[in-house]
Nanobody, 126 residues
């Protein structure tokens, strides 16, 4: 079993920045992708960003591209999401997830991930 713990969420004004972290523990795997998703009240969970095991491959949602950056440190089993120029519409619970399979366009879909964290709240005030 893999445990994922997100941290770094909070309240920030529009235009501000936050850095989310997600640490994996428990059974560890090699060569797995990690992703970030978010879910706002009354909305479905949506893709934000994903990164391959090596870090050389990334995907971003159009709504965050140019503002958010995903990265990872495999020595710490941790993935990060640097969020800049935050907007009120970025307000949501942010979840990290692990995908054990291939890294391709499939990483955009929540059902392609095997393990999930509990989420961290990000609130952006206007």
């Amino acid at each position: 079993q893999v445990q994922l713990v997100e941290s770094g969420g909070g309240l920030v004004q529009a235009g501000g920045s936050l850095r989310l972290s997600c640490a994996a523990s428990g059974r560890t795997f090699s060569n797995y992708a990690m992703g970030w998703f978010r879910q706002a009240p009354g909305k479905e969970r949506e893709f934000v960003a994903a990164i391959s095991w090596s870090g050389s491959g990334t995907y971003y949602a159009a709504s965050v591209k140019g503002r958010f950056t995903i990265s990872r440190d495999n020595t710490k089993n941790t993935v990060y999401l640097q969020m800049n120029s935050l907007k009120p519409e970025d307000t949501a619970v942010y979840y990290c997830a692990v995908r054990l399979g291939t890294f391709g366009p499939e990483v955009l879909w929540p059902y392609e991930y095997e393990y999930w964290g509990q989420g961290t709240q990000v609130t952006v005030s206007s």
